[in-house]
């Protein structure tokens, strides 16, 4: 009784501790100007400065901050002094993950975004005239390599986007009842495959498993012939709460970290033959591809809007009061073996139906207990037109409209040597926050 007693203590204060208004973040401050050369149009002006895990030649794996074409060290600009009085350790900087400093949780993580605003503004000298020190944590990007941010403890993705799902609806089963009975009143969800979560640049194979070409014949052995993509966000948790507590809709963004952009590659003719009666397996287990810097969810607070209008009403439990969707243009390209991009949607995290409050607060709801560097994809982002759909599979409609590639080739699915890259961005009161990419090139089945 007393440990129960003293962890709704704990939880408790920590809440009142990290639950704070961000409407007045100081690195948020539009007017804010860096002394860091920052190319017009970049994705990561002093207003974003988001976290990620790098390492170089010389340098062993460590965090870092993205600002222009340039990474912070923290675990330099730690050693050398300049995040005294903070609540972080070498260690939280030190590492090969991010976990240990997320585990300081919100208010500390704030703390430490606003500290490194301050020293990169131009209002501020104490870095900036020592050149010494400027050239010890200051690394051009390219000079680096990012590897996975956060070691994923448990990853989960949802199926949130009524567009996505009415067409998938409309494709395998009736049209005029494409969406399942639950889907407007629960946020659909599964539990994925943490292990093969990948960082962009890492290249994939096409997988290979039973799939059934012909419906009048038995299954056959084979790879993947309608390799797909997912347009996706996902987000990283801080903490949560004890087993058997909930966080809710009111809450739940002060136990998200960040975002980042995420492909969540599906096989689909794999897909058809197992999904019925347990849903996703190695149709989706086989990768999933994460992109390197996680933007903070303060960094995104000027970019907040309404969401979609909910209806039926939604049970008390996934009410929620304010906005709580982003504003997010989200851009998919196919890179053709010559080298050609090809933009082949333009889509918005802003047409998710259910958002990621709902999603946090429906997970939790019976009691289950995120942990510090959980992953949660927001399921594939579609809109309302042809041109904004989030997967090939509704792109090209289930194979019946080719995508026409600028070197003549047709696209019905993602085919060997093909390169999918994802971008996003946020832009408004001229500031531009930016996620970078998420690229992946499919090689042959092994």
Not at 69 to 78: P, Q
Not at 155 to 183: I, K, Q
Not at 368 to 380: A, E, F, I, K, Q
């Amino acid at each position: 009784m007393y440990s129960r007693v003293f962890d709704i203590f704990v939880i408790d204060t920590y809440f009142k501790t990290n639950h704070m208004e961000s409407t007045n973040i100081a690195a948020n401050n539009p007017a804010l100007k860096t002394w860091v050369e920052v190319p017009s149009g970049s994705d990561f002006p002093i207003q974003n400065l988001p976290f990620g895990i790098f390492h170089t030649e010389q340098l062993t794996k460590r965090v870092g901050v993205r600002i222009g074409d340039h990474v912070l060290d923290l675990k330099t600009l730690y050693v050398l002094g300049y995040l005294e009085n903070l609540v972080f350790s070498p260690e939280d900087f030190d590492n090969e993950f991010l976990n240990s400093l997320m585990k300081k949780g919100k208010k500390a993580t704030r703390d430490l975004r606003n500290r490194i605003s301050k020293l990169l503004s131009t209002d501020n000298n104490d870095l900036r005239n020592n050149e010494h020190h400027v050239a010890q944590v200051l690394i051009p990007v390219d000079k680096v390599k990012m590897s996975l941010p956060i070691q994923i403890g448990d990853y989960t993705d949802f199926y949130s986007s009524r567009e996505h799902a009415t067409n998938v609806g409309t494709m395998f089963r009736d049209p005029a009842n494409a969406l399942l009975p639950n889907w407007l009143w629960i946020p659909v969800g599964y539990h994925g495959r943490a292990s093969s979560v990948i960082i962009s640049g890492e290249s994939i194979h096409r997988p290979k498993g039973q799939i059934k070409p012909n419906p009048d014949e038995s299954p056959i052995f084979a790879p993947c012939r309608n390799l797909d993509f997912e347009l996706e966000t996902a987000f990283v948790t801080f903490d949560g709460k004890p087993l058997g507590d909930s966080i809710s809709t009111a809450e739940a963004e002060d136990f998200i970290f960040g975002m980042c952009l995420f492909n969540d590659w599906s096989a689909r003719d794999i897909q058809t033959w197992e999904y019925v009666p347990l849903g996703p397996f190695l149709a989706k287990n086989f990768a999933s591809s994460l992109s390197p810097w996680i933007v903070t969810l303060d960094a995104l607070q000027p970019f907040k809007v309404d969401g979609p209008e909910q209806d039926p009403k939604v049970l008390s439990y996934l009410e929620f009061e304010g906005q709580k969707s982003y504003d997010i243009a989200l851009d998919v390209f196919i890179k053709t073996p010559d080298g050609t991009e090809n933009l082949v949607s333009h889509s918005n995290l802003k047409y998710m139906y259910w958002n990621m409050a709902q999603q946090l607060a429906h997970h939790t709801v019976n009691g289950c207990n995120v942990r510090c560097g959980d992953l949660m994809g927001s399921g594939t982002i579609s809109g309302p037109t042809p041109d904004s759909y989030g997967s090939m599979l509704e792109l090209a409609w289930k194979g019946t409209k080719p995508l026409k590639m600028k070197d003549g080739s047709e696209r019905k699915f993602i085919q060997d040597h093909d390169e999918v890259i994802m971008r996003g961005y946020c832009e408004n009161n001229g500031v531009k926050i930016g996620f970078g990419e998420v690229s992946t090139l499919v090689l042959p089945a092994k």
